[in-house]
């Protein structure tokens, strides 16, 4: 079962999201930063129009251009500051040509901005095209435990939020596949010209939900049943919670999951 959302920046304009709501959004993913830094120009006004309309904001994210683990670390910085203590899962968008061809660097680059938006008490996960990611992230998939984004489109023409994509079109990863961006053409009402549209195949956490959420950074020598005992939890459950970043019931060393 999916959820179907868009992801919007100030290139949308003003979004009217009353009307999106009632078309049938229901998440949205809102660019939180511009390559300066600085909040994407709707950024606010989206968050606060997404709100008041009762569309749940699943997310932020940030378009890279980092080729190095220092600037990674800077940009990740500056979006837990525009956040201001709200804890959105956060999205960084790897695909800019400076991240192509710079082999296990891409890898830390994004290992080291989730590791400062998860100890900052979000989630993080990783957005890019099919293409980048089967040239660039899937040859050091086991160096990457996030959950993964993926834009990959069946086809070119405009696309209305209330249309199903085609469902053999979905991309196959390596990774758990956490959302679908399936078009970059489609039409909303409420929303001027084109907008990015999405599947998710999980449930949208609410910002509320979130902030009520446990997580625990795994150690050396931990277990699964060791964790739950802990947080007076069950393995089946920790794994229900983390079914998007975790493959099967490994856990890695400084892997970041949810207990409760």
């Not at 709501?21 to 949205?28: H, L, T």
């Not at 959420?213 to 277990?223: L, M």
Request: a neutral charge; charged letters at 20%.
């Amino acid at each position: 079962m999916s959820i179907k959302g868009i992801d919007v920046s100030s290139y949308q304009g003003t979004i009217d999201w009353a009307k999106a709501a009632a078309a049938g959004v229901q998440f949205a993913i809102l660019k939180v930063i511009r390559r300066d830094r600085n909040p994407d120009k709707q950024f606010e006004n989206n968050w606060a129009g997404a709100t008041e309309a009762c569309v749940p904001i699943q997310g932020v994210y940030n378009y890279s251009y980092a080729a190095t683990v220092a600037k990674a670390k800077r940009d990740a910085q500056a979006v837990i500051s525009v956040l201001g203590g709200r804890t959105p899962m956060v999205w960084l968008d790897v695909e800019n040509d400076v991240q192509k061809n710079i082999g296990q660097m891409l890898t830390e680059i994004i290992n080291a901005y989730g590791a400062i938006i998860t100890a900052a008490g979000c989630r993080f996960g990783v957005y890019t095209g099919l293409g980048f990611y089967n040239s660039y992230i899937r040859p050091y998939a086991d160096q990457i435990t996030y959950p993964f984004w993926i834009a990959h489109y069946p086809g070119s023409v405009s696309m209305s939020i209330s249309a199903d994509p085609a469902d053999d079109r979905r991309p196959e990863i390596v990774h758990d596949l956490y959302g679908w961006q399936y078009s970059s053409k489609g039409s909303v009402s409420g929303i001027s010209g084109n907008v990015d549209l999405d599947e998710l195949y999980v449930a949208v956490e609410t910002e509320e939900a979130a902030s009520a959420a446990v997580s625990y950074t795994v150690r050396s020598g931990d277990t699964l049943l060791a964790i739950a005992k802990k947080y007076g939890t069950t393995v089946s459950a920790i794994m229900a919670l983390n079914s998007s970043i975790m493959d099967a019931n490994r856990i890695y060393v400084n892997q970041v999951i949810r207990v409760k």
